[in-house]
């Protein structure tokens, strides 16, 4: 069960040369999606300027999920972490994408694209589209986190 009503994809440079993969998945799980990001890989982009519309359509309520790839994941996963509400993560295998989803309720997934196989990618988008998110006492966790960005 898909946990995303609509996801956002960007990509900058480094990831351009897995969108096929990532949107392949969506489409084959029906999931509604939106590309934001470059459409080559025939330059270098900055990761920051790449990832702000989807960024801005998470915060006009255009996207409920997303997924961001980069070379390694983290470059996106720290932009991703400005925008209030988006809780982002650079996922690089199951176990962290599972407790990723579980745990804190990860809304944003950050892959790398030159550390992870199309196999692997393929295997963590659809672990992170059907992982619910445990409630209960990460919960509290999760609302702590947004209190932090109150308080920014």
Not at 29 to 35: A, F, S, T
Not at 86 to 91: M, P
Request: net charge negative; with cysteine; hydrophobic share 40%.
């Amino acid at each position: 069960m898909n946990q995303f009503s609509k996801v956002g994809i960007v990509a900058d440079h480094a990831g351009f040369a897995v969108v096929k993969v990532v949107l392949s998945v969506l489409d084959r799980l029906q999931v509604k999606h939106i590309y934001y990001g470059v459409h080559n890989s025939d330059r270098s982009v900055d990761y920051p300027s790449v990832f702000a519309p989807l960024g801005q359509a998470w915060a006009a309520g255009e996207v409920d999920g997303g997924i961001a790839v980069c070379g390694s994941g983290v470059g996106m996963s720290i932009v991703a972490n400005k925008y209030s509400g988006l809780r982002s993560a650079s996922v690089w295998n199951e176990t962290v994408c599972k407790l990723a989803r579980e745990h804190n309720d990860l809304n944003l997934l950050c892959l790398g694209a030159r550390v992870l196989e199309p196999s692997e990618l393929t295997r963590i988008i659809e672990l992170w589209l059907t992982t619910p998110f445990e409630g209960g006492r990460h919960q509290r966790r999760v609302e702590l986190i947004h209190s932090l960005e109150d308080q920014s």
